[in-house]
C-alpha cells in the first residue's frame, strides 16, 4: 500500500466506526504512536478514536493494558499471547469497543534466532467477534517495519468492520 491511501483508509475506517456507533483504542509498542497519529491526522476522529496507548516496555504495558507476568515470562513482549492482552487491555482500561494493538521488533537490534527484526504481532477486538491475532514478518529498516505494521493493522481493522 502507498503511503499517501493511509488517509483513505482512515476515513473508510472511520465512516465503519461511526456507522456502528463504535470507538477506537490503540495499543501500540513497536509502532511507537503512529497508528494513533494517523487516526487522529483525520479532522472529527475524536467522534471514534477514542485513545491510543504507547507501552514500550514490559511494565507499561502490565501497568496500563494489564498483561500478565506470566504471559511475558512464557512468550515474551513479542508474541500473539502478549498482543492479545494488549488489545483486551485496551478495550478494558478506556470507553472504546473496538481496539487494535501492535508488538514488534523495529531493529535494527533486538531480534532473536526465533524473533527476527521485522517480526510484528497483532490484535485486534471488533463486538461480536472475539479477539483476533497474527504475526507478519516485513522487510525493510526501522521506519519501513513501522510503517508497514502500521498500515497492516488499519487493513485488517478495516476487514473486520466490514
Known amino acids: 500500500m502507498e503511503k499517501d491511501t493511509l488517509p483513505a483508509l482512515v476515513d473508510e475506517i472511520a465512516g465503519l466506526l461511526a456507522s456502528r456507533g463504535l470507538r477506537l483504542s490503540a495499543a501500540e509498542s513497536c509502532t511507537g504512536g503512529w497508528i494513533a497519529k494517523l487516526c487522529t491526522d483525520l479532522c472529527g476522529s475524536s467522534d471514534w478514536f477514542e485513545c491510543g496507548f504507547v507501552t514500550y516496555s514490559n511494565e507499561a504495558k502490565q501497568e496500563m493494558l494489564e498483561v500478565s507476568d506470566l504471559t ?64 507478519m514478518n516485513f522487510d525493510g529498516d526501522r521506519e ?14 478495516s476487514g473486520l468492520l466490514r
Open 144 to 157: 519501513a517495519v513501522r510503517r508497514q505494521a502500521a498500515e497492516h493493522s488499519l487493513q485488517v481493522l
Open 72 to 135: 511475558l515470562d512464557s512468550y515474551g513482549a513479542v508474541s500473539e499471547e502478549v498482543a492479545a492482552e494488549m488489545v483486551r487491555g485496551a478495550i478494558a482500561n478506556s470507553r472504546a469497543e473496538a481496539a487494535v494493538s501492535v508488538t514488534g521488533i523495529a531493529g535494527p537490534g533486538g531480534a532473536t534466532e526465533t524473533k527476527p527484526v521485522g517480526m510484528v504481532c497483532f490484535g485486534w477486538l471488533v463486538p461480536d467477534q472475539g479477539v483476533k491475532t497474527a504475526t
